[in-house]
């Protein structure tokens, strides 16, 4: 079995920033309220220019800049993960593969597991390196979310935003990704919908998502953790999936990592659903303070579905 490392980050947001003051011209809230119950300051909207495929290769295009080593033509593997593509084919991949000048054709898939389908990309690309068919895969995570937003529901639309992020992963003697512990909750299946009998717009009931978050995701993060062989305080970074401030903040907690550090850009750039984990992370490790080089990051996500997926990876 071949290991597998995570080697470059990338991410896009649109310009557009939304503050919660704008909400309040929307709908009956305020920011007050936005920010004590999701912990949401502002937000990134598209500005009618951008797609799910458009900002997949923007995402793409700086982790292929940030990798010292592999290039789009040593790419064999494409994943991009999204519940917010407006075409059934060809997929955001192969627009990937396309805008990207792939002429050697790299395998080319779209993942839809919604909030937690990053997570399942890196695992699926992880798993494909392990059994030889891929090399150097390209995963990512891009939503538009705003486009299946109801602007006239005050408790999903201060939450939804737009945005991507995105990872080279590559062939290693050392594995630096964690087994992927995944899984789904049949019965809360319904929980994060976007369906055509409710003209295929957001809808959560936000009530059973926090009840069973509050009491389930902190076993699930330990089985991450102990299925990389790994304590809890030797983790250096953890990236939930950025659904709600108020959900992080007490998981985080409940992890019981003292010295990690935790992503909470949610705050800035509200949910992106599969784009969140990886463009919070990006967007670290482009800051003044980027995790240092060997760091232990747990990755976890979860929402519609009910799915949940993570893995701990080492940072390049």
């Not at 470059?8 to 936005?34: C, M």
Request: charged share 20%.
């Amino acid at each position: 079995m071949t290991g597998s490392k995570v080697v470059a980050f990338g991410h896009f947001q649109p310009e557009r920033i939304v503050p919660n003051t704008e909400l309040e011209k929307l709908v009956e809230t305020s920011d007050e309220w936005i920010t004590r119950r999701v912990g949401i300051e502002e937000r990134r909207w598209g500005t009618g220019v951008e797609t799910v495929d458009s900002m997949a290769i923007k995402a793409a295009e700086m982790a292929l800049r940030n990798s010292a080593d592999i290039k789009a033509t040593d790419i064999d593997l494409i994943v991009v993960a999204t519940c917010t593509a407006t075409d059934r084919s060809p997929n955001m991949a192969a627009r990937v593969a396309n805008a990207l000048n792939m002429e050697q054709g790299p395998a080319t898939m779209d993942l839809n597991v919604a909030c937690s389908g990053f997570a399942h990309a890196v695992g699926i690309a992880q798993g494909a390196i392990a059994a030889g068919s891929s090399k150097n895969a390209l995963v990512i995570g891009s939503e538009m979310l705003t486009d299946y937003t109801d602007f006239s529901d005050r408790t999903t639309c201060v939450l939804t935003a737009d945005g991507a992020g995105a990872f080279i992963i590559t062939a290693s003697e050392d594995n630096g990704i964690s087994p992927v512990v995944w899984g789904s909750v049949p019965s809360l299946s319904d929980a994060v919908r976007i369906e055509t009998e409710n003209d295929m717009k957001f809808a959560q009931n936000g009530q059973s998502v926090y009840r069973w978050t509050v009491t389930q995701l902190p076993k699930i993060a330990s089985q991450i953790i102990d299925r990389a062989g790994m304590k809890p305080e030797e983790l250096d970074a953890i990236v939930l999936h950025q659904a709600n401030l108020r959900i992080i903040e007490p998981l985080a907690e409940k992890i019981g990592a003292p010295n990690a550090r935790v992503a909470t850009d949610v705050v800035y750039s509200g949910n992106t659903s599969a784009a969140s984990v990886p463009l919070a992370l990006s967007k670290m490790m482009a800051s003044d303070e980027p995790l240092p080089s060997g760091s232990k990051a747990l990755l976890f996500a979860f929402g519609g579905g009910l799915a949940y997926a993570g893995q701990i990876i080492t940072i390049p």
